[in-house]
């Protein structure tokens, strides 16, 4: 059959091997496309369309490693469902970096997670420019199939073919070289207001300037407004629910000087000030009412789960980490020793306008990363949650299993958590929530994921059943190579 035995283990020592885990950690140089012929299971019928994921397909350049993944070249792969079989293909963002880069045969560019040009802080020394890398999502938006990277423009490429046309500017909304974060919301609307597509961009100087943009879903841009905050913003995620968006104002601030010196990378350069408050932005989207804030303590968010309005005050679930996890220039991202390094906990923030109070609840023990859930509920008062998250239920460590939560259980009567693990070899990445054809029901769906097999060193996409996570894969599709670990993704249907 398709399901795996959940594996036993007792102690995080044992939930993985080290050796098995780096693996994952390793360029990807070629370029596929064939049919996968390699299935266990059966591939839903009603799966008909293209998975798209995005990630740093390679972590060296000719040899010369990158510090960190986050600084490695973007590259897409797409599932295509067909019939009942599935077609895989692999292509990097042709991007003016990775093409000078792999001409050239070295690193050309300083990354913004630490990675220097070879030759020292000498040679690194007031080189500030950034290279667009493209490598954190990509989503199907407008008819136009673009790659993100929040630093930068997108790219924009062939769905078919997955090659690159070139940097977009969105039909002209985007300035020149304007950022366009690689956290897009989908906003289902209601009966009064059709559905939308928000972004935004962050642009830095002595204050930050955060521009929301929303789009129908022709590509046509409805409303853009902006506002200055004081300080520096490092916004990776957003929220909204109808009426607002909502920004997480990590307390960071930034040393520029080792960076200009060619010491630390721009991200190696932030230092979190734990004294310090977060603040959250609270964006009306009608763009005239006055934007509020309210301060809770200190965090760092990188994504946020859902928001919601309930009786005058703004729900928001979000994966906190106790500091910003960074890695500092002598450490190897390899060996990272995940006892020492700060852990995403689930958190709901209740956001009471009117007192100017909040208030913030763990939702769920495990570390986690990677929240997914129903397009449909985005913005809304919502159930299930589906999150990558550890095999063991306490510590840190890479992220092996899929939980599904219920938001609505009490936890004191039943399980509101269940669990796929693809431990001990495997390694998950995002969850996608695609929902089944002709229902409403919010878990109807299917959870894929694509997990690193570190024993196999080869990568299989897993079809989980969003209603019972415990009737285990409903089909491995097995790769004849291994995929390094990734980023954001997307479906598209047929
Ligand atoms: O002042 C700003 C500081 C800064 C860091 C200037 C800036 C905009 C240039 C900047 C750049 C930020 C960038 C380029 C961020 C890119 C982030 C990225 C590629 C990925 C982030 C991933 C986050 C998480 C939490 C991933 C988790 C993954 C796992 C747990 C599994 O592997
Ligand atoms: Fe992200």
Known sequence: TATSPQPK????????????????????????????????????????????????????????????????DGMICAFSFHQGKAHFQNRFV??????????????????????????????????????????????????????LWEAGMPHRLNPATLETEGLDNLGGVLGDGQPFSAHPRFDPGDAQHPPRFVNFSVESGLSTKLTVFEFDLGGQLIQQYSHSIPGLGFFHDFVLTPNFTLFFQNPVVMNPIPFVLGLRGAAQSLQFLPDQPTTIWIIPRNGKDPVQ???TEACFVFHHANAFEQDHKIL?????????????????YRNVNFDQYPAGQLYRFTLDLNQQQVYRDQLASRSCEFPALHPRSMGQDYRYLYLGVTHEATGNAPLQAIQKLDLRADSQSTDPAQIWSA????????????????????????????????????SELVILDGEDLSRGAIARLKLKHHIPYGLHGCYTPE
């Open 293 to 295: 804030r309210i301060d």
């Open 423 to 458: 431990a001990p070899s495997g390694f998950i990445g995002e969850p996608l929530f695609i929902p089944k054809a002709q229902t409403t029901q919010e878990d109807a769906g299917w959870v894929l994921t694509l997990i690193y097999d570190g024993a196999a060193n080869r």
């Open 316 to 332: 928001v679930d979000s994966v906190c980490y106790s500091h910003f996890p960074t890695l500092g220039p002598e450490e190897d």
């Open 9 to 72: 283990t007792t102690s995080s020592q044992t939930s993985y091997c080290v050796s098995e885990w780096q693996g994952g950690h390793r360029s990807l140089k070629e370029e596929y496309s064939y049919w996968i012929d390699d299935i266990e299971g059966q591939i839903p019928g009603d799966l008909r369309g293209t998975v798209f994921r995005n990630g740093p397909g390679l972590l060296d350049v000719n040899g010369d490693r990158l510090h960190h993944p986050f600084d490695g």
């Open 94 to 147: 042709r991007t003016e970096g990775y093409l000078a880069e792999q001409k050239a045969g070295r690193i050309l560019y300083r990354g913004v997670f630490g990675t220097q040009k070879p030759g020292g802080w000498f040679a690194n020394m007031f080189d500030l420019r950034f290279k667009n890398i493209a490598n954190t999502n990509i989503v199907y938006w407008g008819n136009k199939l673009l790659a």
